[in-house]
């Protein structure tokens, strides 16, 4: 039964990519109906996540955010198919880079590469045209997730017709110790909530006590691969613009915590500067701060 949801669901997709954008953005605009004002799809998560972020913010402020972030987040989910249509090459009219260089000089100086990229702009067409960036050998880290059809489907849509290897998250750093003879650069969503232990990387983020995954510091720093954030705006329907911007060129060198707080900074500039392009369904606050015991 799982095989045969698979194929139906990859079907309606592979129907769904040959349809043209404007009438992807049609139907778009349905679903922001639907999912905003029927189906009201985690309203009070998104809005709470939005007054806590932006207490300086007034409520019409607010909403304008909190509308144009459905809006993005229906986009994103027609724009999906386009993956099965578009090889990495055809995303150069899709997204523009202001500073591709970066990357360019990374790989010339023979540098290992994670690409530290929040849940913003299409981090799906991101991943999907990698390959296309350097000569670098692409891996992309994902989460298993627990529908089988539904993570076979997204493991589908991220690597066909392209060279990527997906990696999931428990097996990243042997997998990186099995590739070490090889050039390589790393997609990682590193904004993701993580599990609240006090061993977690815990910093004020949005006026919050949030706390982090280090996994992304933990092996730039035993491996030596530079860190690069990457800022993926939504610049229009279908139309997305890249900056690169170097978290740390240097891992040895790091500091316990260096490689986070720069990440998370970089983040929080993001958001302050794009807020409607972050992921703000998720719980991303659900954890507090563990206290220390006393001794």
């Not at 349809?19 to 639907?34: A, E, I, N, T, V």
């Not at 993005?72 to 997204?95: H, Q, S, T, W």
């Amino acid at each position: 039964m799982q095989r045969l949801g698979f194929h139906i669901v990859r079907l309606w997709m592979q129907f769904q990519s040959v349809h043209p954008y404007w009438l992807l953005y049609l139907k778009s605009d349905c679903y922001y109906f639907l999912v905003y004002y029927i189906a009201r799809y985690r309203r009070k998560v998104v809005r709470d996540n939005l007054l806590h972020s932006f207490p300086e913010k007034e409520a019409k402020e607010i909403k304008t955010i909190e509308r144009h972030f459905y809006r993005n987040l229906c986009d994103m989910f027609v724009e999906a198919p386009k993956m099965l249509r578009m090889k990495p090459n055809g995303y150069k009219y899709r997204i523009a880079y202001t500073n591709p260089e970066l990357v360019t000089q990374l790989y010339e100086r023979k540098k290992n590469i994670f690409y530290a990229i929040p849940h913003s702009g299409n981090w799906e067409w991101f991943g999907k045209m990698m390959c296309d960036l350097t000569p670098h050998n692409c891996l992309a880290v994902y989460k298993r997730v627990k529908n089988p059809v539904f993570e076979r489907l997204m493991l589908y849509l991220r690597t066909y017709g392209c060279n990527l290897e997906m990696v999931e998250s428990n097996s990243v750093l042997r997998r990186l110790v099995q590739l070490r003879d090889s050039q390589n650069a790393v997609l990682m969503m590193a904004d993701q909530t993580s599990f609240g232990h006090e061993s977690d990387y815990w910093t004020t983020f949005l006026h919050q006590d949030t706390c982090w995954f280090t996994g992304i510091e933990r092996i730039a720093r035993k491996l030596d691969y530079a860190v690069v954030f990457v800022s993926m705006v939504r610049k229009g329907r279908g139309r997305f613009e890249v900056t690169f911007e170097t978290v740390c060129d240097n891992p040895k060198e790091a500091t316990d915590g260096q490689i986070m707080e720069q990440y998370v900074r970089c983040v929080e500039r993001f958001i302050n500067e794009n807020p409607d392009n972050w992921l703000w369904s998720h719980r991303r606050w659900k954890h507090q701060r563990p206290q220390k015991s006393e001794s």
